[in-house]
């Protein structure tokens, strides 16, 4: 599932820099995924939560203007969804169905305030009523939290094939 991120990532050229930020089990996760162009970052401190991977990623790129945040358990993301996300405004995040999810755009203001954040806090609460892309033509926008999850994605996935 996480090669797949990848690789939706590293299908649009026009990405300066591709960081996989990982947590638990890195060394065998590193040992197992092919990531291309993507460069895994290890957060130490993941036991923190969801809000220290996001810092640790942002700080690794530290130097972008703004960035595409996506999510290695999102196994619909597509090249064409990243692609959708080059050109828009800090702050812009994608819906799928009406309901906010990934990819979001950050910039300045969003990487300084991600510093704040604590827990399993993502930057959800920083963009507001930011503005939204429907993604839902191109994927479902669902990520992978349980084995349940995972299993009724390979259904739906199942029915469409």
Known sequence: MLE????AQCGVPQLERIVVVLGSGAAGIMAAVEFGEAEPVICSDWREGQAASLRCGLEALADAASVIVTLGDQPSITPRVVARFLNEPPGTRAAHHGRPGH???LG???????QR???DRGASDLLGDGPTI??????SGRDVDTPEDLETIRRETRAIS
């Open 4 to 7: 797949h991120a990848i690789r």
């Open 103 to 105: 990819p979001v755009v």
């Open 108 to 114: 300045p203001e969003h990487l300084r305030a991600v």
């Open 117 to 119: 954040l604590t827990g």
């Open 134 to 139: 429907e993604c839902s033509d191109l994927c």
